[in-house]
C-alpha cells in the first residue's frame, strides 16, 4: 500500500502499524466506542508529526490523534481510520524547581510527571483516575478535570505555554513559560480543549505547584447536600483556601464500591447517606489536621456533621483516595448505562439531583441512578442504568437531565469534554452563534477537514 | 448627516455626540493617542450595541469600543472614527453572596465593582492605579493585570462568563457561571483579551473570593533582587500563598514620587535601593502580621533584608499602595518616553534590569531608564527617558530591550495589550504561525474588519 510505505519514510517502518498490531488501540474501555483503526502511525518528535499533517493534509486524509486512549466520550473513535499517536513522545524535558515549571511532551503519561514533580519537592496537582494511562496531550486537548481542580484549577490554569502541529504541517510555537502574557488572540486557550480539531499538541510547559508539607484527609457524612456545601465554606475560610478535594459519593456508590472492588471497605462503622471525602493540604507550619479536627468537632456539635474518620496514614489517605478513583470503572461496569457529565452553580446542586432522579423515575420507573460529584466544582457525574436497551429511551433520559440542567443555569459537559458522545447536546444545547463561530475557526484552520472530523463541533 | 440620524434612531439623538461633545474621549491620558473622533455612540443595551454594528457592517463602518478610556497601547486610538463607548451600560445585576459570584454589564467601573463586592463580605480582587475610570468591557478585552495577580491570576482567570456582540451584529452568550464547562471551543478566551477586534463584549459573569480578615502590609528594603525573589518562595511557603502584592520600586522611583506627588514620603528612615511593598492577606483567624513580622525578623538576622516597616494601620497601608499606584501618572509626566510592559521567567528578572540598563546606556549615554515591576509575576514596566526626542534611537531602544526580553524567553507584552503601540513589536516578534492564526481568526469572524482595525493584529 502505498500509504504506508509513504508513512514508514517518515516514521520509521515498525510505528506504521497495522492489522493485529492495531489491537491494543482498538479496544476503547468504556465498551462504547471500541473500533480497530486501519492504520496507527507513531511519529518520534514534532518535525514527524508535521511531516505526516502535511501529506495527510495534501491528500485530504483523516487524522485522528491519540494518546492515553482514557477519554471516555469517543474523541480518539476512528473505525478504520488512521490515528497519530503520541506514544512515542514521552520525554519530561525539565522539570526547574526554581521556575516551578515543567517541560514535557504530549505522550508523557500523568503519573510519570506526578513522579518527576515530586522528585524535585514540587507537585502537578491534576489528577483523576485513569492517570497511569493518560498522557498529557490528551489531559491538554480535553481540558481535564479531576479531583483538585477546586484548589488548583482545570488542566488550562496549569498550562503556561505549548507547541502544536496545525493542520496544514505548520508548528505554532507558543512555548512561554510566563504567568503574563498579552501578545494578541489566546491561541494557546483555543487550542487547549478543541480535542484535536484545530490542531495535535506536542510539548507543553506546565505549572507546578509546591509540595504540601502535610495532608489532612477524612471521610465525613452529612445529614444534607447543604451542610456539606456550609462545610467547605468553613474548610475554605479556615484554611485560607487550603481544599484540594471535595468528593461527595452517596450510599449506592459506596454500596457499589463494596460489591466490585476486592478488598474495599465501609468508611465509617454504619452506613450513612451522603459520603464526602475532604483533603486539606498545607505548604505551611500549621497543623492542618487539628485545624480539620476543630472544625468537624464544631460541627458535630451543631448536629451539622453526623460522622467523620480523618486519615491517620498515608495507608489510610490512599483508601480514601482509591474508593473514589474507582468511581470510572465501577460506572461503566454495567450496562445498559447513560452517563453524563455536567456542571451546576454550587447552590442548585442538591436541586439537581433531587430533580433529575424523580424525572428519571418518571421516565423508566426502574431505572437505577448513580452517581457521583466533585462537588466544591458542582461537578456530578450523574449517570443511569435504564431497566432495558432502548436508544429512544436513552435519549429521552439523557435530554430530561438537560432540560434540568439548562433549567438550573448549568452546563451539559464539565470536565469530560464533548468528543462524539455529546455531539447531539452540542447541537441541541449550545448557543447557536457560539456553535457557528466555532465552525468558522475550524473551518479557516482546518479547511481540508483532516483533524478528527466528526468530533467536538456538530455540523 | 444621514449616518447620524440613522444612529440617532438605535441609541437616542442624545447619545450620539459630535464636535465639541465628544471632547471627553478626544484626550489619551498617556498623551500619545489624542485624536477627536468623528463621533461617540452611547447605546443603552446590548441590542442597541447589536443594532449599532448590523448597521455598521451592512455599511463596511469601523467601530472601535471604548469603556474608561485608561488604556497605555493606543488601543481606542479612532481619529476621526465612531467610538463606540460602554459607558451607559454600568449596572451591576447582581452580587451573589452564596455563588461568590457577580453579573455586571461591561460599562461597570472597576471601584464601583469593588465596592459592591465589599457590601457583600467579598471582593473582586483585581486592581490598579486607573480603577476609579477603568472599567470591566475594557478590563476584560485588555486581559489587564494590576497588582494582585500573583494571587488571584490575571482577569481571564477571573471571568465565568460573558456576552459579546459580533461584527455582524449577532449577540453570542456565555454568561456561564460555572466552573467546569468543556463544551467545544472555548470562545471566552478567545473573547477576552482579544482588545475588541472579534467582538464587543457587553457583559460578565465575575469570579469574587471572599475578603480577607487581616492584612499585612510592608514595605521592605533588600540587598538585591535575588534576595528578593528568595523572600517571596519563602513567605509563600509560610503563609500558604496568601501574598497578594510583591512590587519592585528601585530608588529612581522612590526619588521620583517624592519629586512629583504632593505629601509623599520616604518609605524607609534612610533611603534604599531596592525597595520592596509586600501584602499578606488571610481569611483565617492566623495572626498574618505576626507571620510577616517572624519572616521579616529571621531575614534581618541573616543579612537579606536591609530594612522592614510594617503598616500599622490602614492610612499606612494605603499611603503604601498609593505609592505604587501612582506608577503610571508619574512615568507618565515626562517626556520624550519609551515605556514597555515586558514579562521574564522570575529567574531572569535580576539579569533583565543588568543587561537592558547597560544596552540603554550603550546606545544613548544620557538616556535615565526608569522602572517599576510587578516581581512575582515577573512582569517590568520597564521605561526610558531617551536624552532626545528621535523617534529612530527611540525605535533602536525599545527592540534593544526587545532582544534582551526575548534571548531571556520572555514577552514583549505583559498585561497592557498591543493596541496600536506594538504592533510592530507584534509583527517583528510573534511566531509567524501564530500571527497566520490570528489574521485568518480576524477574518473569518469580521469579514469586513469593522471592529477596531488597525490594532492588535498586524497586517
Known sequence: MALVTDFAEIVGAKHVLTGADVARWSQDWTGKYSAAPGLVLRPASTQEVSRILTLANARGLSITPVSGHTGLVGGTYAPDGILLSLDRMNTIHEVSATARTATVDAGVILSNLHDAAEAEGLIFPLTFGAKGSAMIGGVMSTNAGGSNVLRYGNTRDLVLGLEAVLADGRVVNLMSALHKDNSGLNLRHLLIGAEGTLGIITRAVLKLHPKPRAYATAMVAVPSLQDALDLLNVLQDASGGEVEAFEYMPRHYIDMHLSRINGAREPFDAPHEINIMVEVATTTERDITELLENVLARRLEEGTLRDAVIAQNEAQRREMWERREAAAEISFWRTPLVDTDVALPLDRMPDFFTRANAA?????????????????????????????????????????????????????????????????????????????????????????????PGKTIPD
Open 360 to 452: 428519571v423515575t418518571t421516565l423508566d420507573p426502574q431505572a437505577e441512578p448513580f452517581y457521583i460529584a466533585h462537588l466544591g466544582d458542582g461537578n456530578a457525574h450523574y449517570s443511569v442504568y435504564p431497566s432495558r436497551d432502548d436508544a429512544d429511551l436513552h435519549d429521552r433520559i439523557i435530554e430530561a437531565v438537560e432540560d434540568i440542567v439548562a433549567d438550573l443555569g448549568g452546563s451539559f459537559s464539565a470536565e469530560h469534554g464533548v468528543g462524539l458522545s455529546k455531539l447531539n447536546t452540542m447541537r441541541r444545547r449550545k448557543d447557536p452563534v457560539a456553535l457557528d463561530m466555532m465552525r468558522k475557526i475550524k473551518a479557516v484552520l482546518d479547511p481540508a477537514g483532516i483533524l478528527n
